[in-house]
Nanobody, 117 residues
Framework: QVQLVESGGGLVQPGGSLRLSCAASGSISSINTMAWYRQPPGKQRELVAR???????NYVDSVKGRFTISRDNAKNTVYLQMNSLKPEDTAVYYC???????????WGQGTLVTVSS
């Protein structure tokens, strides 16, 4: 099974930017939809953004206009560009392949994003 490794998290001040990467151990070109999720401290994991193989994207309302999801099938990598970060964006961020509401792969270790002054 394809394994996922997230990276790029860190500590950033409010208003700052980070770019997260999700590297897959195998090809993602046949996976229609990839997504980023996040789990804030003490809360449940939530869907943040999705991207199809055709490049269609959608986002949770709280990140629209600030986050951009993209994918590079040649590199088997999915990205999440996060701008204008807010303290409420603090969470562990994960990626996965999705089919409807189902996730298809085992979760990686995630990458921690902390937004704080």
């Amino acid at each position: 099974q394809v394994q996922l490794v997230e990276s790029g998290g860190g500590l950033v001040q409010p208003g700052g930017s980070l770019r997260l990467s999700c590297a897959a151990s195998g090809s993602i070109s046949s996976i229609n939809t990839m997504a980023w999720y996040r789990q804030p401290p003490g809360k449940q994991r939530e869907l943040v953004a999705r991207i199809t193989s055709g490049g269609s994207t959608n986002y949770v309302d709280s990140v629209k206009g600030r986050f951009t999801i993209s994918r590079d099938n040649a590199k088997n990598t999915v990205y999440l560009q996060m701008n204008s970060l807010k303290p409420e964006d603090t969470a562990v961020y994960y990626c996965n392949a999705v089919l409807g509401v189902l996730t298809l792969l085992s979760w990686g270790q995630g990458t921690l994003v902390t937004v704080s002054s």
